[in-house]
C-alpha cells in the first residue's frame, strides 16, 4: 500500500496548512476552557466536600444528591440539557458559558470526593493540636488541614485535570469552537478525517504529556516535608 | 489557680470520668498515675476541652466554664486558651519547621505580627534546647527533639497550666532525659503544671503532688515521698507494686 508521491503532498499540505487553526483553537478554547472550568470546579468541589463534612443534615443531603446525580449521568447528556434542554423553558445560554457551566459541575462533583478522603486521611492528632492551641475550625481548615489534604490530593486531582481536557473535545457537540470542531470542520471540506483526527490527537497528547511534567513538579514541591 | 470540680464524662454508656474534684494551686506541679484505662487521658482532655464533660465545672483565675448546659464553641475556645496541651504523640504540623509550628498559634490566634511571633519562637526554641534545629521539618527531628517543640509550640500561646499527656512514653529511653530537663526548667520557673506520667523519678524530684487516678475517681493524693513511700490506700500500694 504505498502512498503515491502526490498524495503524499497532498497530505503534508493539509497537515501544514490546518496546523495553524488546530493550535488556535487549543490556545483560544481548550486550554483556557479547561483552566477556567477547573478553578471553578475546585471551589465548587471544596464547598461540597466542606458540606458532606459539615453537621448539617440538609447540607450534606444536597451535596450527596449533586454528587450522585453527576455521577449518575453522562457529561454529553449534561452538556446537552443545559445547551439544547434548557431554550425550552426559557434559559438560553451561549455555547462557551454553557460549556464553562457544564464541565465546571462535572469536575466539582468528582474532585469533592477527593478533597473529601484527602480531608478524612489527616489525623485527628492534627486537629486536636490546632484546637488546643485555640484555633477555629475555619483556622484549623485554613491554616492546618487544607495544606495537608493538597499534597494528599495532587494525584488524583492531576487525572481529573488531564480527563477535562480531554473532555473538552465534547464541547464541539454545542457548538464551541474548541481544537476538536475545528478537526472536524477542516476535514469536513476535504475529507482527510484519519489526518486530522489524528492530528488533534497528538495536540491533546502535547497538552497532556506537559500537565503530566507539572503534576511531578508539583508533587515533588509539596512532600518536601515528608520523609523520602 | 485550676479547680475541677464534679467533673463527669460518659462513653457510650461508660463512665470514665466519675466526679473528679482536684485543685492546682499557681505555680504546682501536680503529677497523676494510675493504671491504663483509668480516665487520665480524659481528664486531661477534658482540662483542654478537648473533650466536653457532660457534668461538671472548671475554674481558671477568675474564668469560669460550666458543663451542665452545654457550652457555645465560642466560650470553649475562650477556655482551652487558658490551659496548653502536650501530646504523647507530640502531634505537631508536619508541613511546618520547628520554627513555623511554634509561631503558629500566635499568628493565626493571636494574630501577633510576625516578627514578633518569629522573635518569639526563637526565645522558646532556643529554651528548649533547639537552636540548631529551627528550620528543620517535624520528620528531620528526634522524638524528643520533636516533643520539645511541642513544648515550646504550648509555651508560646502563654497558657496559664500546662498539660503534659505521658509525654514522654512514645520516646527511646536514652531520649527521655532531655524532655524531663525542659520539664524541670519550666517546674522551677514557676510554670503551673498536670502532668500524666509514668516517670517515678521525676514526679520524686519535680512534683509538689502526686495524685493515684483509678477508675474515673481520684483514690489519694499527697506528697510524692509520702505517696510512694508509704501510701494510705491498698489500690495505690498494689499499683505502685506492679510497676517498680
Ligand atoms: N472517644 C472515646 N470513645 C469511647 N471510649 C473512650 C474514648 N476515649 C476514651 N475512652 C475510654 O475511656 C477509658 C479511659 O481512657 P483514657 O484514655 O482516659 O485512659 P488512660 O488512663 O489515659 O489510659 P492509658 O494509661 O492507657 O493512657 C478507656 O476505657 C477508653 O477505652
Ligand atoms: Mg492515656
Redo the contacts with the bound molecule.
Sequence with gaps: MLIDPERLERLTNIAESSLLPLVKGALLYTIPLSVVTFVIGLAIALLTALARLSSMKLLQWAARAYVSAIRGTPLLVQLFIIFYGLPTIGITIDPLPAAIIGFSLNVGAYASEIIRAAILSIPKGQWEAAYSLGMDDVQTLRRIILPQAARVSVPPLSNTFISLVKDTSLASLILVAEMFRKAQEIAATNYEFLLLYTEAALIYWVICFFLSIVQGSMEKRLSRYVVR | MLVVEGLRKT??N?E?LKGVHLTVRKGEVVVII??????????L?CLNVL?IPDEGTLTIDDEQLQFTTKPSKKEMIRFRRLTGMVFQAYNLFPHMTALENVMEGPITVKRLKKHEAKEKAEQLLMKVGLKDQMHMYPFQLSGGQQQRVGIARALAMEPKVLLF??PTSALDPELVGEVLKVMKDLANEGMTMVV?THEMRFAREVADEVIF?DEGMMIERGHPEQLFTNPTHERTRQFLQRIQ
Excluded: A, C, I, Y
Excluded at chain 2, 494510675?34 to 481528664?43: F, V
Design positions: 462513653f457510650e461508660h470514665v494510675g493504671p491504663s484505662g483509668s480516665g487520665k487521658t480524659t481528664l482532655r473533650e499527656d505521658e500524666v487516678f
